[in-house]
């Protein structure tokens, strides 16, 4: 099945590679002292012409906690480019998904572009990030501001059992600037695996900045905190007694929220201690 001619919303599913594909960007065997491994795109989902969902196979020994991000290399054997990348899926499914927007002139980017489903891709076989749930103090509704592809950890983590024991709510707010960015179906499909208790105590906001869509939120999420409706819809206060709020995304908006959340005495894990609040900027 080509997913790129799927229609939006459909989920991904995990196909085996088409036999005319299996040699298209074959990359060389990882030595076995290897720092990376070498995994195969096994769906690859164009949403947009900038918004690309895909998956790839798993080395069985890669570990990752829900938030983590994984470091992806493509080209040439030397002159490989590597860049992190947010894994939106479960910590124990069999493979790894991805959110990727495609950044016109980028390096990793034109060499992604080319990709088609059965190629190959560097996995490095270490997980990385600061963006997980155990810097986070037990208690209060966790606030998920996202922006774009900032919505991938985001995934992983409502897949987690964590979240829901230490947490009594659940607030995602995900700001795109078109409706075709939205990802409602990686939202449905991990609240899929939550029992309906969860799922009463999850609630998604999307946001649509540069065009109106019926259902979905239209200021900035920065705006929407700073003139209290994000509290309204909510019904409670964000402060450091009610919440705990984690960034993933442009780093401007982390910055205004960081801003703004510090105001509320909310701050980041110190020296071990979990705090309110962890963020994860794209660039
Ligand atoms: C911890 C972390 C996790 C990340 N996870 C993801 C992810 O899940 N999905 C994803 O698509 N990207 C993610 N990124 C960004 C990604 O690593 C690359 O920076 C991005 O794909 C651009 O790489 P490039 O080589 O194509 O462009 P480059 O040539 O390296 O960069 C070009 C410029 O584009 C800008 N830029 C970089 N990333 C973005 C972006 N996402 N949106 C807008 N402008 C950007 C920066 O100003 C950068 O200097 C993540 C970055 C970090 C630090
Ligand atoms: N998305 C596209 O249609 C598109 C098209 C071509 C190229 N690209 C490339 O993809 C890159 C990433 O685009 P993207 O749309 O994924 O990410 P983005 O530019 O970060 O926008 C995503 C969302 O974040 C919002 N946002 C931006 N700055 C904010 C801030 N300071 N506070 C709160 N919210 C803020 C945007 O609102 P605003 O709409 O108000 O900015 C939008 O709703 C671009 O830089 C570009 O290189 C994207």
Redesign the pocket.
């Known amino acids: 099945m080509d997913l790129r001619r799927a229609p939006r919303g459909m989920m991904l599913t995990l196909t085996a590679p088409a036999p005319a594909q299996q040699n298209r960007n074959m990359l060389p065997a990882a030595p076995a002292t290897a720092k990376f491994t070498v995994e195969r795109i096994t769906a690859l989902l164009k949403r947009t012409p900038?918004l690309i969902n895909f998956r790839t196979t798993r080395d069985a020994a890669f570990r990752f906690t829900p938030g983590h991000y994984a470091r992806l290399g493509l080209g040439e054997e030397g002159a490989e480019v590597w860049r992190p990348y947010s894994i939106a899926s479960a910590a124990d499914a069999p493979w790894l998904d991805f959110q990727f927007?495609l950044?016109?002139g980028g390096d990793f980017s034109g060499r992604f572009a080319q990709l088609r489903e059965g190629d190959e891709i560097r996995v490095d076989a270490r997980s990385f990030g600061f963006l997980t749930l155990d810097v986070l103090a037990p208690g209060g509704t966790v606030w998920m501001f996202s922006?774009?592809?900032g919505l991938a950890p985001f995934i992983s983590i409502l897949m987690t059992d964590a979240l829901w024991q230490r947490h009594p709510r659940v607030v995602l707010l995900h700001?795109?600037?078109?409706g075709a960015?939205l990802m409602p179906d990686f939202i449905s499909s991990a609240m899929a695996t939550r029992t309906v208790e969860e799922r009463e105590r999850f609630r998604y906001l999307p946001?649509v900045?540069?065009e109106p869509v019926e259902g979905a939120l239209s200021a900035?999420?920065?705006e929407l905190m700073r003139n209290g409706e994000l509290e309204k819809i909510a019904g409670e206060p964000i402060d450091a007694a009610h919440s705990r709020a984690m960034l993933c995304?442009?780093p401007?908006?982390i910055k205004?929220i960081r801003a703004m959340l510090k105001e509320r005495e909310m701050g980041p894990s110190r020296r071990g201690v979990p705090g309110q609040l962890a963020a994860e900027g794209y660039w």
């Not at 700001?175 to 078109?178: E, G, I, K, L, T």
């Open positions: 900038t927007t950044v016109p922006t774009g592809t700001s795109v600037r078109q960015e946001v900045t540069r900035r999420i920065s995304g442009n401007e908006m205004e």
